[in-house]
């Protein structure tokens, strides 16, 4: 699974045509859903790939000036993403940015979505002193997903919220919830929390859709999953929930580290060759 990461940049340069775009700056925001869990690759920062990096990729082609940070941090609750990164993100003058946040709010919290679309709405509008282009994103349907399901209609909520906040100060919605291939069980990392290296590259195409900006990236299908009994799915779930979800829970209850804190890519900076952050991908764009 782990080989389709690269499946959209296979190729020579000649056969990457220039993506046509306003934007020279992107700064993405977020948690681990940004910060790329769940899409493993040694040579990204942090060993990390994902979704938004996949969206710098293209974004990067044929703009010799573009640059890129990536501000998130795993484990992060709405108020915490906008505290520590809306400051950085201003410093950073980017005239693109993507705001995922709330998610662990409302699904492993409970929390009032009414409430986070305050603080969402007040994020938005102070992010919009950039005059950046903002992308903000809906909650998926966990619905299928035991425990994690029990929020459905928070999330739903929240979603609403979202697309009101986006309708009143400009900004783009990138639709997750809408997106259906992401009930697909092989768009999900084991863990049944994040998006599987192909579920990161479907969501790059969406984001890409949703900016109306021609791109590279071809759709994978998942292959179906072959049926099982009732008994076989409730195993299952026994089976993820000892070693995925209680450890996730766990950890969430002690505090993090210095190292769990930082930023994935601090420093807005080229997305591949020199100049790059320690860690991202060597290869030119086109060569990987």
Do not use: C
């Not at 990096?53 to 640059?67: K, P, T």
């Not at 790059?204 to 759709?219: E, G």
């Not at 190292?259 to 991202?280: D, I, Q």
């Amino acid at each position: 699974m782990h080989n389709v990461g690269h499946f959209e940049l296979q190729g020579s340069a000649a056969e990457r045509t220039p993506a046509r775009h306003p934007w020279n700056r992107y700064v993405a925001m977020g948690d681990s859903f940004t910060e790329g869990v769940g899409d493993p690759e040694p040579r990204s920062p942090g060993g990390l790939r994902g979704w938004a990096d996949r969206v710098a990729e293209e974004l990067s082609i044929g703009h010799e000036d573009f640059a890129y940070a990536n501000l998130a941090i795993r484990g992060l609750l709405l108020e915490e993403i906008l505290d520590r990164q809306a400051g950085p993100a201003l410093a950073l003058k980017p005239d693109l940015i993507t705001l995922s946040a709330g998610g662990n709010d409302v699904i492993f919290h409970g929390t009032d979505p009414d409430r986070l679309a305050v603080q969402l709405d007040a994020g938005v509008q102070l992010l919009g002193l950039t005059r950046a282009t903002i992308v903000l994103f809906t909650g998926p349907d966990w619905g299928s997903t035991p425990v994690l399901g029990r929020n459905r209609a928070k999330v739903a909520i929240f979603n609403e919220n979202v697309r009101t906040i986006a309708s009143r100060r400009g900004a783009l919605i990138a639709d997750l919830w809408a997106l259906r291939q992401l009930t697909h069980p092989r768009m999900w990392d084991p863990d049944r929390l994040h998006f599987s290296p192909l579920g990161h590259h479907t969501v790059a195409m969406m984001v890409l859709d949703t900016l109306s900006v021609a791109n590279t990236l071809k759709p994978l299908m998942p292959k179906d999953l072959p049926e099982s009994s009732w008994r076989t799915a409730r195993a299952s779930d026994l089976v993820w929930a000892r070693n995925y979800l209680l450890p996730w829970v766990v950890a969430r209850i002690r505090p993090q580290t210095a190292a769990e804190l930082r930023a994935k890519r601090p420093l807005a900076g080229p997305v591949f060759g020199a100049g790059m952050p320690p860690g991202t991908f060597i290869e030119a764009a086109g060569q990987a």
